[in-house]
């Protein structure tokens, strides 16, 4: 069949052309803010006196009857379609006759596909965020039911200072909150309508771009028609941001899937989000956290696509563009499952604080605590450090810890030690006195957790 655009050249391109030109196989997931923006359109044409009120409500009536036989499924994409703006307005045309033809006045697909983005990526990002805060919900929970748990906190993955497993956790809930603030802030950008800008210059009719943003709920509206068309920073910035969001579930993931190994065990997952293996019947692995970690590199790779897209672009738009939205669609589902699963997947786990306390209590993890307490007694810290480490060395020649060792050991060593060092040197007592903000101490945890609840509550 003949385009559209036919005119200029005869419009009867070669089918393999067709195919490769054609987005309608992925475009067709925005037909509800196409058609939405389309009705804004013809309202403001009819307001506006560019098409009469007749002629407006005709094109608004026939477009709810495309949407509604869409959402119906009696209407299916014509896979043929160049793209779903010239699918919703052939349609139109076919049903409506000569006015359908008109709809596209003070109007170009470049606005308009920049439109039905920002409409699409607004609404999916809000679907994400509130996703998050779910998970947020999930940390919160998981970290109040254990709050008193102990591990031992890790740096270069080898054992450092105790800490609250509760503690550990919440540092998940910070990086969300600050994925949440950088969706917030991406969104501010996104709200922006390009529509009006036409093709790129504007247009000769007297439009109201204004009328248009308000019917659509956009903030504000972009003002200058060559950047309106051209700029998709706003998929770049939401890459971004799930790509961080991405970073955090991975890390999250990979500490879960060293956790439940038989060498950790610090947590087991329920079975219902764990796999078995075709051979080894005593298998449990945690695909789920696996495939999380692995589908990480696949929204870094929608990024990277995108911005490397964008690159040599010169203005305004290029059909290059027609690329974002793979890359964004791509993104978002993935996150979307993602996170669909790991909430569940964390709100079911078990948490073993026995194995986190026995792995605590190896590893001379209260070694700084016991610098600290010489600190207390009037050596300075790089001496009680000295102290501290040798020690340390003669445990471990001894095959004993800091809890077992001696008195005359200890007092061999320095005489300021008194039998008071076994207390302060106490796992509990390391955790209780790491008072300062944002460390693991209850209170403090007890303060994080309040934190991050009242920060959900806002909203
Ligand atoms: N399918 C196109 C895209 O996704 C729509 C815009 C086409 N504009 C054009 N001038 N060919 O980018």
Known sequence: MAKLWAGRTSGMTDAAADDFNSSIRFDCRLYREDIVGSMAHAAMLGAQGILTRAEADALIDGLQGVMDDLDAGTLAFDPSAEDIHMFVE???????????????????????????????????????AEQIRGLIAAIADVAEENKTVIMPGYTHLQRAQPILFSHHLLAYAMMLLRDLDRLADCRRRISVSPIGACALAGTTYDTDRQFEARMLGFDAVAQNSI????????????????????????????????????????????????????????????????????????????????????????????????????AVFD????????????????????????????????GFINATDLADYLVRKGLPFRAAYKVSGKLVSECIRSGCVLETLPLETYRAHSDLIGEDVYDAIDLQTCVKTRISEGGTSPESVEKQLAWVRGRLQKG
Not at 255 to 282: C, H, K, N, Y
Not at 307 to 318: C, N, Q, V, W
């Open 227 to 326: 950047d309106a068309v051209s700029d998709r920073d706003f998929c770049v910035e939401l890459l971004g941001a799930l790509s961080l969001l991405m970073m955090h579930l991975s890390r999250f993931s990979e500490e879960l899937i060293l956790w439940t190994s038989w060498e950790f065990r610090f947590v087991s997952l329920s079975d219902a989000f764990t796999t078995g293996s075709s051979i080894m019947p005593q298998k449990k692995n945690s695909d789920m956290a696996e495939l999380v970690r692995g589908k990480t590199g696949r929204v870094y790779g929608d990024l990277m696509a995108t911005l490397t897209m964008l690159k040599g672009l010169p203005l305004a738009y290029d059909k290059d563009m027609q690329e974002d939205k793979e």
């Open 331 to 362: 993104a978002l589902d993935t996150v979307k499952m993602c996170l669909t699963v790991f909430t569940p997947m964390l709100r079911t786990m078990t948490v073993h604080g026995d194995a986190m306390k026995r792995a605590a209590q190896t």
């Open 90 to 128: 052939q349609v139109l045309t076919e049903r409506l006759g000569d006015v359908g033809k008109k709809l596209h006045t003070a109007r170009s697909r470049n606005d308009q596909v920049a439109l039905d983005l920002r409409l699409h990526l607004r609404h999916a990002s809000d679907a994400i």
